[in-house]
T-cell receptor, first 118, second 115 residues
């Protein structure tokens, strides 16, 4: 079965410090990978998605970046955190094969990282 | 443009009551996918259901049921005989077929079930 891991679970960082959040998936190959942010008010915002190694699509311009150095590893980074970067960061994966009636569209989420920037 | 509206911000019911969570969506795509996710207090999003735009059959899974109506662009979720463990935030989401499978989420409905 597939599992998705995120770490750290919680993080408190000062403004201006760097950030690195990691997400790994087990039990599947060539997944699509996603980073979402959930700020206060509960809405989920798609930040980045990746359909393969080194392929990153950005949905929202900001001071965050993402990288996919390995097939099942997805990293969210920042060189200098802002107060507005605080939130709950969720990584997700989905399959890439199959037609409209397959299960490839479901996204399965990790446990999340709660980031507080002070 | 893709948009999902969950007009109910918070709902509070007493255990064993039935409750319906509304979801209205907007899309110009002819093929798309609709989803419901549950977010318990722990924070992790739990996948509940996916519906394809060409399949309007309603679905029932235990105490959960979903009513998909393309004519009104709605995909409502009903919990029958609610339980305290159903307390969570519920998200409806839309995925166009050509967007790299990115999900557009509604803002969620917070459901509180009290004993």
């Amino acid at each position: 079965s597939q599992t998705i891991h995120q770490w750290p679970a919680t993080l408190v960082q000062p403004v201006g410090s760097p950030l690195s959040l990691e997400c790994t998936v087990e039990g599947t190959s060539n997944p699509n990978l996603y980073w979402y942010r959930q700020a206060a008010g509960r809405g989920l915002q798609l930040l980045f998605y990746s359909v393969g190694i080194g392929q990153i699509s950005s949905e929202v311009p900001q001071n965050l970046s993402a990288s996919r150095p390995q097939d099942r590893q997805f990293i969210l980074s920042s060189k200098k955190l802002l107060l507005s970067d605080s939130g709950f960061y969720l990584c997700a994966w989905s399959g890439t094969s199959g037609g409209p009636t397959s299960s490839y569209n479901e996204q399965f989420f990790g446990p999340g990282t709660r980031l507080t920037v002070l | 443009a893709q948009k999902v509206t969950q007009a109910q911000t918070e709902i509070s019911v007493v255990e064993k009551e039935d409750v319906t969570l509304d979801c209205v969506y907007e899309t110009r795509d002819t093929t798309y996918y609709l989803f419901w996710y549950k977010q318990p207090p722990s924070g992790e999003l739990v996948f509940l259901i996916r519906r394809n735009s060409f399949d309007e059959q309603n679905e029932i899974s235990g105490r959960y049921s979903w009513n998909f109506q393309k004519s009104t662009s709605s995909f409502n979720f009903t919990i029958t005989a609610s339980q305290v463990v159903d307390s969570a935030v519920y998200f409806c989401a839309l995925s166009p077929s050509n967007s790299g499978y990115a999900l557009n989420f509604g803002k969620g409905t917070s459901l509180l079930v009290t004993p």
